[in-house]
């Protein structure tokens, strides 16, 4: 098992640091300053690592990107050279500020460009896979909704693809390749369409699953 960074101390970050070290994963969790990962590592009471943005980029092995859409570029541009040759799960979607319009969430990018693709070319070192961001962050690790939901991933790299997938396997997904990050493009808005029933309907337990 690889040690696997978590850069960001939110709701999604500290659901996917809860959930990996579950799965016996040796983990370190990052803020900016390191102040709020301590925080959350007290209130894990789990073995947990933690430190800055720069330490954790550092020691891991694998890298999440767990931190608000707006500060993902910034932010992978700021690690750029420690992201060099490590695969970096960009699970970030590029929500805007403003309010949701009858359930549907804004973004500040188009369909011609993802975050994804921002993130990658801000560390073009880096190995970028897009995942995990299609479902809240309660059901990230072990969703159970009777059938296995599926994730859909890309990246320019497929060896990350094929790492990622497996990771996405152990904690209970059917991984779902979707090429290169251009791809991005149309994984992320898949974020819009499963914000809605939860705006609409406070219903926030679902997940997409892709049949054949």
Known sequence: MKKIGI???????????RGLLGKGYEVMVGSRDG???AALDLALKQDVKTGTFTEV????????????????EGV??????????????????????????????????????SLGELVQEAAP??????????VGHAHMIDPSFGEKPSMPLCGNDAEARKEVAE???????????????ISARAIEPLCMLWCIP???NNDWNHAFRIVR
Do not use: Y
Not at 57 to 72: S, Y
Not at 98 to 109: D, I, M, R
Not at 167 to 180: F, T
């Open 7 to 17: 850069i960001g101390t939110g709701d999604v970050g500290t659901s996917l640091t």
């Open 57 to 72: 980029a550092a020691w891991g092995e694998l890298v999440i990107l767990a931190v608000k859409g707006g500060a993902a």
């Open 167 to 181: 990771l996405l396997r152990a904690c209970g997904w059917e991984p779902e390749d979707m090429g290169s990050i």
């Open 35 to 37: 102040t709020k990962a």
């Open 76 to 113: 992978a541009g700021e690690l750029a050279g420690l992201f060099a040759g490590k695969i970096v799960i960009d699970v970030t979607n590029p929500i805007a500020d403003s309010a949701p319009e009858n359930g549907v969430v804004h973004f500040f990018t188009t369909l011609e460009h």
């Open 125 to 134: 070192a880096a190995k970028v896979v897009k995942a995990w961001n299609s």
């Open 198 to 200: 939860g705006f609409q």
